[in-house]
């Protein structure tokens, strides 16, 4: 069974570097050493994103 991204990771690096996580990701070549609590607020901040973007429309 394969895992399939709901987000791109350009927009969960934008979040990353808007959230100061980035360079823990980068540091350590990947999202596994990123805390639940930053994946938590990232997902948060995804959904905010994505609602703005909808009220928009």
Do not use: P
Not at 15 to 33: C, F, M, P, Q, S
Not at 34 to 41: F, I, L, M, P
């Amino acid at each position: 069974m394969s895992k399939r991204s709901i987000m791109s990771n350009q927009l969960k690096e934008e979040i990353a570097k808007e959230l100061g996580v980035y360079e823990t990701v980068k540091h350590d070549g990947g999202w596994g050493n990123v805390t639940s609590k930053n994946c938590g607020s990232m997902v948060t901040k995804a959904i905010e994103m994505a609602e703005r973007s909808v009220s928009k429309s």
